[in-house]
Structures are given as structure tokens and as C-alpha cells.
């Protein structure tokens, strides 16, 4: 998912430097030629029942990776007794009688343009395991598609003018890197793997072309632009398998200026802070450049111990990035067209612990959601008198999941025939939150 981890300076999540982030290829322009290309396996194009989705439209989703608490971010229960409520205690929103937790204060104050979902609940309590649920809809042992490679496999992985991936994902979701992609494409085909710094997206890519260099692409494109009317006219692109077709869409388009905030004006940048926000503002540009499905993933969520201290640190963070980034999308009237999603896998025991953190707890967990023409400034759903369960309206990783296909107008029957010749359902169930309330 899409996360631009910063520390302050120029440098990811993963070490490295923003300016280095696209390196593309896979190709080698040097040694791409159209005897090779012609030669190139033709991708297998699973058969579905869409022919791709009504809207244009994008979902950013804010994950929270480790399973933020759901009752110090947006169910602070401070009537509760002391060891279930909020340590960071409340805020007051501009919702009557609708606090958030206590590091939330922008927030609180766009409070109108947001939903807040209390009765959001997963089936387990196991970090990868309810990765899977969330990302997918559907339990691990399923091996189902992920949201983000659904959106991909629908409307293709590149965006068909601007060449930016469909799927965009930085940043680590769940724990254990032995586990696979999460979240990734299952049996649909690395074609519609996330594009990742450090995924499959760029294994297989040879090219090493930073963005400082695309920025002026007078010599690129002067030995590539009759390639690109050739293969254009022959229709070789066909013939070119998954990964170096997203490659060469992404070089010959304009995608990389997107991941490039010296594009952007420099007071907006300041706006949205370092860190998560430089994370959040990347988003936005890649969805206005044609990515379908950002995912941006903050570390350090697991807080099993001081909680209040962890809260302190990355509640503000989350703060200032979500507020710039909700504000910035209405002054840009794209408020209907980018859906954000804030969660994580799980929430927290509602009883403080003895190391002053809180446990796993699958059965309530955080969900916020702002734009994408949805109806906001409520509520979704109420918890129990000490954030335990749900008590109203229960909403499942299926109701999420059936809400993005609305937003992303992806219909609800779609299915894709899996490596067995079976027509496999994306959305079994759910049903959109608002139709929930």
C-alpha cells in the first residue's frame, strides 16, 4: 500500500530516498527490441463477467499497521471506568454529543466531512489473519484477491493515458514476511501486484531510471517515441507480459512526475508535514494522475505497552496527515472522487493492561471513512459501554468491501474465473455502510 515513511528527511520507509523511489524498467530501453518483444509470452487475460468499472474514481487507504486502538482514536468512552477509557482522554468534534480521542483535534474539527464507524468487527485477532479478512473480505485459507488487485484486474494495471499503476503499495502490511503478498493479487497474476518499491514490480525490472532524470525526458523519449508509435501501430503491446507492460507504460507516461512532491506547490507541502504526511500528499497526486487504489501504511500500531506515549506520537502524525489531506481534496473538488479509508487489522483490549497498553482484540476495531461521495458527518454503528462489541448495526470486512466496490463502481456480481475454470465471486455478502445505518 502506498507509504512514503519518512524520517524527517527525503528517505522512505525502506531506506530510500525519495528521488530513487521509481526506478523503473525491467525492459532495458538499451536492449528493448521488437524481435524480443514479438518474441515475449502473451499475458493470459482471466475471463470475468465486467468490463470495467462505471466511475472515476480512486480509494486512499490509510492503514494502521499492528491494529490500532479503537477506543483512543474515534470510541474514547470516557464514561467508562477508568481502566477501559481513553488514557489521551477526548475531543469534542463538530458532530453533537461525537468525541475522538484526545491527539485528534483537526480531525475533530472536519468531524462534518467524515464517518465514523463504531461497530466495525473481524473475525480474528491474529495480525496476517486479519490482514487477510480486511484486505480481501474473506479469511486467509480463501486465497482471495486483495481490494486493491481486484481494483487492477478491472480496470487494468496501468491507467490507459497517464501510465500510472492502477494498484500503488509502500509500506509493510502485517508481520511476517514469510507470509504471502499481503495484500496481494492470489491466483489473478503478478500483473495485478501492488507496484511497490521493494515488490515483484520491480524485481523483475532492469531499468534503473530516477525520477531527476524522467523530469527532463528530451533523450528518453527522443529514442523511444517511433518505438512507441510502432508498437502503438502493430499492436505488439499485446504480446508483452504483465510486468514490463506496467514498466514501459509507466516510462513512456507521466506517472513519475506524480511521485515527485518538487512538483507540488511548496505551501501545500508544508501543510501536510513530514512523515506520514509527505505519504498522504503523494497519494493524492497519484490519484489524480489515474491510480485506482493507494494503500499508505504506518508502522508502530501493535501497542501492547504505554499506550499513551505511542498514542502521543503517532495520533498526532495521523492528525495533522488526514486533516491536510481531507482539506486538500475538498479545496480541489475532488471530495466525491478520492474515498479515504482509515483502519488497521484488529483493535485493542478494552482493559488497560499492566504494561499500560492494550491486547488483540478482533472483535472491535477502528474505521473512518471521508469522500468519495459518500454520506459523511455521522456516525456508523455504537460499541458497548466498554468498547467490547458491537451493539448496533455490526459492520464486516464484506460491508467494507462491498462500500469500495460502489465507490470504485465495480459491480457487486463481479467474478473472475480462477486457475481451475471456476467463476470465482469477488463480494459474497456485504453490504455498502450506508445502507447499514
Not at 489521551?88 to 463538530?94: C, F, N, P
Not at 501543510?271 to 494522475?289: F, P, V
Not at 473538488?333 to 483493535?347: A, C, D, Q, T
Request: charged share 20%; hydrophobic share 35%; with cysteine.
Amino acid at each position: 500500500m502506498l507509504t512514503v515513511y519518512t524520517d524527517g528527511t527525503s528517505r522512505t520507509c525502506d531506506g530510500l530516498r525519495r528521488r530513487n523511489f521509481i526506478q523503473v524498467g525491467g525492459l532495458g530501453v538499451a536492449g528493448l527490441t521488437l524481435p524480443q518483444l514479438l518474441g515475449a509470452r502473451k499475458a493470459a487475460a482471466a475471463e470475468s463477467n465486467t468490463n470495467g468499472p462505471t466511475n472515476d474514481t480512486s480509494v486512499v487507504w490509510l492503514w494502521l499497521n499492528g491494529g490500532p486502538t479503537h477506543i483512543e482514536t474515534f470510541d474514547p468512552k470516557m464514561e467508562a471506568p477508568v481502566e477501559f477509557r481513553s488514557v489521551t482522554g477526548e475531543v469534542k468534534t463538530t458532530l453533537p454529543g461525537v468525541t475522538l480521542g484526545g491527539n485528534f483535534e483537526r480531525m475533530a474539527q472536519l468531524a462534518d466531512k467524515m464517518t465514523f464507524v463504531r461497530s466495525f468487527t473481524v473475525p480474528t485477532s491474529s495480525h496476517n489473519r486479519a490482514c487477510f479478512w480486511v484486505n480481501t473480505g474473506h479469511d486467509q485459507r480463501a486465497h482471495h484477491p486483495s481490494l486493491g488487485s481486484i481494483t487492477s484486474r478491472v480496470r487494468g494495471s496501468n491507467h490507459a493515458v497517464t501510465g500510472m499503476p492502477t494498484y500503488v503499495q509502500m509500506g509493510r502490511i502485517g508481520f511476517n514476511d514469510d507470509a504471502p503478498i499481503i495484500p496481494g493479487p492470489a491466483w489473478l497474476g503478478k500483473a495485478y501486484a501492488p507496484f511497490t518499491p521493494g515488490g515483484d514490480a520491480l524485481k523483475n525490472m532492469n531499468l534503473s531510471t530516477e525520477i531527476t532524470r524522467l523530469d527532463d525526458r528530451r533523450s528518453l523519449l527522443k529514442n523511444l517515441d517511433q518505438f512507441k508509435r510502432d508498437v502503438d501501430a502493430s499492436g505488439v503491446m499485446d504480446g508483452i507480459d504483465g510486468l514490463n507492460q506496467q514498466a514501459l507504460n509507466l516510462i513512456l507516461g507521466h506517472a513519475p512526475h506524480a511521485f515527485d512532491l518538487k512538483q507540488e506547490d511548496p505551501r501545500v507541502v508544508a501543510g501536510y508535514g513530514k512523515g506520514l504526511g509527505e505519504s498522504m500528499l503523494t497519494a493524492r497526486r497519484l490519484c489524480e494522475t489515474g491510480c485506482g487504489f493507494v494503500a499508505v501504511s504506518q508502522q508502530g500500531w501493535d501497542m501492547h505497552g504505554k499506550i499513551k506515549r505511542g498514542m502521543d506520537a503517532r495520533g498526532v502524525e495521523v492528525d495533522r496527515a488526514v486533516a491536510a489531506f481531507i482539506e486538500d481534496v475538498h479545496q480541489r473538488g475532488l471530495s466525491e472522487k478520492i474515498l479515504l479509508v482509515i483502519s488497521g487489522e484488529f483493535g485493542r483490549t478494552p482493559r488497560i493492561n499492566k504494561n499500560a497498553g492494550r491486547d488483540h482484540w478482533g472483535q472491535l476495531s477502528t474505521l473512518a471513512l471521508a469522500g468519495g461521495g459518500l454520506s459523511v458527518g455521522q456516525v456508523v454503528g455504537t460499541s458497548s459501554a466498554k468498547a467490547e462489541v458491537p451493539q448496533s448495526s455490526e459492520v464486516t470486512p464484506q460491508d467494507l468491501m462491498a462500500t469500495l466496490f460502489h465507490v470504485l463502481g465495480i459491480p457487486p456480481e463481479t467474478y473472475f474465473i480462477d486457475p481451475a475454470g471456476r467463476p470465482i465471486p469477488m463480494l459474497d455478502r456485504g453490504k455498502p455502510i450506508a445502507e447499514l445505518v
